[in-house]
């Protein structure tokens, strides 16, 4: 490799995982030689990534082939990986390890450096998917002339803008010119702009990504056969080739449609994925040489990115909390749930049902004051598990187990064998307690009992229970089928065997639990609170609703804070803000504005087909004033506030480390991952400095 | 009653068992899901639901071989859920045993087209792994302790035929190495194999040969060898077949089916038997079995002019064939070299046998009826007679 130095770069990189590049001759049915290039790193549990050393070494091996090809020796190249895994990508830590731009630059030359013999060498060089092929591991294929797939293989995808980062070592450019632009866009920002969406080997066939899947059983045998009939002369359509008119005339068109949505989306818009965009346009050329420079320039300029490392570090999280829930007592402290009670049968109650019998799959009886509430929740539960299996989603096998999993009754007695009881009853304290009371009477002293509470004390609850140590909060988010996150409240009784229970139950249920103590809002609800509070003190103190938007955008929420409240209902906020207002008169606002707001609906209509819009009520109700707070003002008070709570959770111990607050914010808040969660961004927008006069993260997670 | 046809078989190349071995990092059912994956492929013309059954062996049924191998190939090769299976178990003969029973239902009408064969991966079931023999065995002498151990079950061959000497074993499986050689040089064996991919320590590779075949094997070096199964012993690793891993599988059908599916049958089912015989000198087994079946084809043993006999051990062959009165090196026998060259996974060899036998047939227009033939361990035999389809009378 002379093209340039790298030495600098190896000496940064110490901790690489090297994927070695095993180059074997295979004799092809016709008699051919092909060399056959095995990517492993020896490692059992980690995926094959690449690093310098790794980069160096296949460099080094196509350098090999490349002589050997000219001198006629072998037909063809082929890349394949080990086990289920063909190539998981670059190596983000170490990318995200590197401090100099230099260096970044480096990685990303050695990258296109590397990768692009393969492209260029004078046999037919072909690329057989065996498994998973993430970012840099697709570049790879993508530099070959040919590729297969394995047709079990579900994890194809340039998530790299996902993550902060651009598909620099060639898919940028390589992917629209073997696809077509708008395919190109969907694999390289769409999908990862849609929770990171991968592609099977059967979509991977359908873009054209790939030219033929084969089965797993005889997979390389099979690709090794084709390829034989490829050197041969057998053609290979590209039937998404992008032509002269797609080049010169459409190929702006899909780029400035995805720009549009990622722009509609905040305004701390994603970089890379604009980025990314930029070189998908300039690609229309065909012209690689130029394109692989565009490539290094930016890969280096997003190595080195804030929003690379925020990603990393919230991606970091969700990996790590999927195996490990910070805080959570030792799992084999959790009980076993072979029953589940719910009491209640109205719309929340019947989606809880819904979910522990797909789930769990275990008998779930519900329970409600009268028969009439019971069959309109049964009524529901059947609707949805139809609607299931009408999706495709659910067997129909699956669909009679859970119905005969599901039974009813109006005796609370009937829960006798339950040990999980989970209410969704109306959010009062007295109706609360009065169901646990009489559930208590019935079922064993080892039953587990949970509030779906969101605004009630857990201790307050437990008052009066023989074992208040059983009582433990699963609280959910709406709708409960599709929010990822559940806070598990830790009352002052709890015991540790409850929360164990209610941790696994909901990893069970397929949510992510975080841990939390039993204080008012408990995590997600008293930072919307705060967000909310702060939106709507400035509304009142005459700043449009259009400045107050503005103000909180960069936050980059899916939604500002009035569609928020829209979305959770105008009633339900006022209750959320007194009842916060309460705990935390001085902090919290309430707004007695909202509650006459209720009376009229909400603050937005849209009609079809328009963009939303402010009601005049809503107008009337907040009306403007000279003295407003500015759009500058309004975003320097929120994100102190927003701090400032933070800070004072943090004291208050509500969860184990500020790592949960910012996982239940990306999970439960949708909080966009490039932002790397509440806490990073507060750091970098010197909120904290403001407020607390220290940082969350030390060093604050940001480029260098 | 429908005549029972072999119409075609494959398989992997085999490999050296342990961890050497090319398939060392291969499940058993996978390298046996290839194979059948191969046959399938190359018999088109039989759609995959005809299939009424899937009968694959395996002496260790457990691991890899375990779960019923005839059905999880079957469902692991793509074949259609309506296809049934099933695993069997006669040790060495286990595919022949497999050929038999399919063959059997084949011939009472009860199944059109069928599956048979055999996989033994050495290297992941070592011989007698996870056994546990009766004590009774021991306590009431029904077995010796030599009778569990094939090596010391050839041993005490030599010593009840004193005149089948370690020299005339070595020249024999010298011979063997030799004609082995010349029948992969002639591009005899090759069309057959099936290539596995397989992953090695040093990345995947591709297995197109035999991987234990020694063509440059001398009388010189083969006396140079230790015995070890018993000290001044006979047995040495060049006159046994070595241990290895692979799958057979053969495609058989009734006389309608041949019609239906358009099929070119390569042999004739004749008959079969099986024999028992002391443990202790098991290699014996092919002599009462081929007894048998020749006496229910109604043939004489000058009636069939090619033997495929596995060549467990060289003396286990040279009893059978001076039992017959044929020389150690007639040209019938093994015309293309043996086990002792090939190798010899277990339970997957019947059906090797019958590959090649099927192969010589096609090249043999001379030649009407062949056998094929193993010795079983805890002492049995067994013995398959074919008919050429191809015969076209005398020289």
Known sequence: MQDYDYTALIEATVNEVVTRSWVRDVTLPSGRILALITLDNGQQRRPNTLGPRGLLEFAEALDTVARRAEAREISGVAVIGTDDVFAAGADLGLLSSLTSRDRALEISRLGHAALSRLGALPVPSFAFINGTALGGGLEVALHAHYRTVRDGVRQIALPETYLGLIPGWGGAFLLPNLIGVERAVKVIVTNPARNNTMLSAHDACELGIVDVSFPTVRFLEDSLAWADAVIGGASVARPHRPGRVERTITWEAPIALARTALMSKGSTPPTAALRALDLVSAAHDDNADDAFRREDDALADHIMSDQFRASMYGFTLLTKHSKQVSGAPDRALARSISRVGIVGAGLMASQFALLFLQKMQVPVMITDVSAERLESGIAYIHEQLNRLVAKGALTADERARCARNLSATIDIAHFAPCDLVIEAVFEELSVKRDVFRRVEGVVSSQAILATNTSSLSLDDMAEGLAHPERLVGIHFFNPVAVMPLVEVVRGAATDESSVATAITVAQKLGKSPIVCRDVAGFVVNRILAVYLGEALKAAEAGASFEDVIAAVAPLGLPMDPFALMDLIGITVSAHLLDSLHAFAPTRMHASSRLHELAQHGGFGKSEPGTARQFTEHSRALFPTRADAPTVADIYVAVTASLANETHIMMEEKVVHGVEEIDLAMLLGARWPLHLGGLTPYLDRCGASERAFGATFHSPPICGA | ?395
């Open chain 2, 1 to 395: 009653m429908s005549d029972v046809f072999y119409i075609d078989g494959v398989r992997t190349p085999f490999a050296r068992a342990g961890a050497k071995g090319a398939y060392w990092n291969t499940r058993a059912d996978d390298l046996m899901a290839k194979a059948t994956v191969g046959l399938v492929q190359r018999n088109a013309s039989v759609p995959l639901d005809a299939i009424d059954d899937v009968a694959i062996a395996a002496t260790t049924q457990q691991g890899d071989q375990g779960l019923t191998l005839g059905r999880t190939v079957g469902l692991l090769a793509g074949l259609p859920t309506s296809v049934p299976g099933y695993a069997i178990d006669r040790m060495c003969a286990g595919a022949m045993t497999a050929v038999t029973s399919m063959g059997s239902a084949i011939g009472y009408g009860a199944y059109d087209v069928a599956l048979a064969g055999g996989v033994e991966h050495m290297g992941h079931h070592p011989m007698d792994f996870g056994a546990h023999a009766n004590p009774r065995f021991a306590a009431e002498r029904l077995l010796s302790s030599d009778a569990l151990n094939m090596g010391c079950t050839a041993e005490i061959l030599h010593d009840r035929f004193p005149h089948l000497t370690k020299e005339r074993a070595d020249a024999y499986a010298l011979n063997s190495q030799r004609k082995a050689a010349a029948a992969y040089d002639a591009g005899h064996i090759q069309p057959d194999l099936v290539p596995v991919a397989a992953a090695g320590p040093e990345g995947w590779v591709s297995v197109t040969r035999d991987e234990q075949l020694r063509p440059q094997t001398t009388l010189e070096g083969l006396a140079t060898l230790k015995t070890p199964f018993r000290d001044n012993g006979s047995v040495t690793p060049g006159n046994a077949s070595p241990l290895t891993d692979g799958a057979t599988v053969a495609l058989l059908a009734g006389a309608d089916a041949v019609s239906r599916h358009n099929l070119s049958p390569a042999m004739r089912m004749v008959s079969f038997a099986y024999a028992g015989v002391d443990p202790d000198v098991m290699g014996l087994g092919p002599v009462p079995a081929t007894q048998k079946a020749l006496a229910k084809a109604g043939l004489t043993i000058d009636d069939i002019g090619l033997i495929e006999a596995n060549e467990a051990f060289a003396i286990q062959v040279l009893t059978l064939l001076d039992f017959y009165g044929i020389a150690d090196d007639d040209a019938r026998v093994n015309p293309w070299g043996g086990a002792i060259a090939y190798g010899h996974p277990l339970a997957s060899s019947g059906v090797r046998l019958m590959i090649q036998l099927a192969a010589q047939f096609a090249q043999r227009r001379d030649v009407r009826y062949g056998i094929t033939t193993m010795c079983v361990g805890l002492g049995q035999g067994g013995t398959v007679v074919w008919e050429n389809p191809h015969y076209a009378g005398g020289n």
